[in-house]
Structures are given as C-alpha cells and as structure tokens.
C-alpha cells in the first residue's frame, strides 16, 4: 500500500467502496444463475430434439405394447409412431375449437377408432378451416369406413385452458379427459391420443395434416445468451476496477511516482497519435 497525499489505496477499503465490491459480486451471482438457466434451456431444447429425431420417424410399434393401460403414457413417448386396427366411429366425431393453421382459422378433427378390445383410441385426423358462414367447418372429409389401419404419432393430453369451453361436438382443447365425457364415459384411452401420419386403405380426400415434418427448436440463441450474462458479469468487475483506479489517480495526482506514471501514460498516448490526429489537431489551431 502506497502512501503519499492521497492515502495511496487505503480508500478502496472504506465503506462506499466495499458496498460498491458487494453489489459487483452480487450481480455476478446472479448473472450466473440466469448463465446457467440458459445452459439448461439449451440443454432441454438439445433433449427434446433428441427425442423428435429418435421418436419421428421411429419404425411404428402396435398401440397395446406402446400403452398397456387406456392411461398410460410417457413425456419420451411424444412422437412415437404407433399402429392400430380398428373401425372408426364417425357420429362420435369431434371438433377443437381455435386451431389457427398457417395463419388461417379452423378445427382439428378428432375421431374415435374402435379398438379389436372395445376401447376407443382418439385420432386426430388433421385440420379444416372454418365455415364461410357460421362457427363451424363448411365441410369436413369423411373417414374411412370398415375396417382401416391407422398409423399415428403419439401425443400427451392437452390441459385445461381457462375460459375456453365449447358445446355440442366442440372441445375447446384434446383434453382427453374432457373428450371421454364428450363419448359418454367410454373405454377411451386418456394418457395419449394419435396425430394421424397414414390410413389403410386411404380416403379419397382427407382433413389437412397439421404436422409433415419434424419440429425442433433453436439451441443457438440459448447459447448465445448464456455467454452473454457471462460478459454481463466481467463488465461489471472491470468497470469496478475501471473507477477504481480512475480515483485513485484523482486522489493521488500530487504523488511524485503517480505524477511519473501519468507522464509516462500522456507520452504513450501521444506516440500512439495517427497522422490524421496530428493533421486535425493542426486544422484546429488554425482556426
């Protein structure tokens, strides 16, 4: 510790200063939290791709071995391909209320498929827009009749959305639970309805597929903002040391050493001068 008329360093010990250290180590904490939150998100976008790549276009399994119970169903099974036989059951057909489709209005449409066991497996055959006229679809293709082979991607019951209801053959979400009383407390399968990827035999036409190719999301701006709270974090010290030294340059300007090192840092400054800082340095004495 240096002495001199300015106290040399002892200011940086005083209780401004240590307040000012405290709140840079408090920030730096938690830039580091909010650092490793993005780490995980990335890491969560990273698993769940993972498991769209693995689960996709996975070879289709029969329904019972995927889920033994009407209620099972697994987070790492979403996207599963599975297949089921069975007939469907149109005057059971469903509409979900508010399914926007490339920026258009519409329904998705639900049909049971009556299992060889009696159970009902929902699928959701795809999307039909809404009708030119009242709240509903002007026209919604028929399903295969007899018996067909339904291949499907799995998905999970939806939640409940507040305030969102619906009436008559409406659902307001694909929650199942919901969609079980819709069929009258049925044999139906809860955990997990299918996304509809192939029918046999095929319809002549068919409701348009909400889904054709594997969803993903982005990993690299989570990465990016975890790298980002980390600089957050450095700036904050070297902004603390920054005004730091700027006081005790201040506080020590009369000390003889500190008068040679400010001597040393304006002859440096001035050896680094481009011409062009001599050229407009000259411009304006000039004038």
Known sequence: MSGGAGGGWRFAFSRRWLGYLAFAIAFAIACGFLSNWQLARSKEAA??????????????VPLAQELPS???????????????????????????????????????V??????????????????VPTGNRTDSPDH??????????????????????????????????IQLSVVKQKLGGADVYTGAYGLLDTEDPAPA?????????PPTQD????????IQWIIFALIG????????????????????????????????RRAKRSDADVEDELLDAAR
């Open 219 to 226: 990993e690299g701006l989570h990465w990016s903002y975890m």
């Open 140 to 173: 919604v293709p028929a399903a295969p009749t007899g018996t067909v082979t339904v291949v499907a991607r799995l998905k999970a019951s939806e939640p409940a959305i507040p305030g969102r209801t619906a009436a008559g053959d409406q659902v307001g979400t």
């Open 47 to 60: 698993a769940a791709n993972a498991l769209v790549t693995a689960n996709f276009d996975s070879t289709p």
């Open 237 to 268: 010290f070297f902004g603390l040391g920054y005004a730091l030294v700027t006081e005790y340059r201040k506080r020590n300007s009369d000390d003889p050493a500190e008068k040679a090192r400010a001597a040393e840092r304006e002859r440096r």
């Open 110 to 127: 639900l049909v049971p498929l009556r299992t060889a066991d009696g159970s009902l497996f929902i699928v959701d055959r795809g999307w």
């Open 70 to 108: 009407l209620a099972s169903y697994s987070p790492k099974q979403e996207w599963t391909r599975v297949t089921v036989t069975g007939t469907y059951e149109p005057d059971k057909q469903l509409l979900v209320r508010n399914r926007p489709f490339n920026g258009s209005p519409g329904f998705e």
């Open 205 to 213: 036409s068919a409701p348009t597929p909400t889904v054709t190719a």
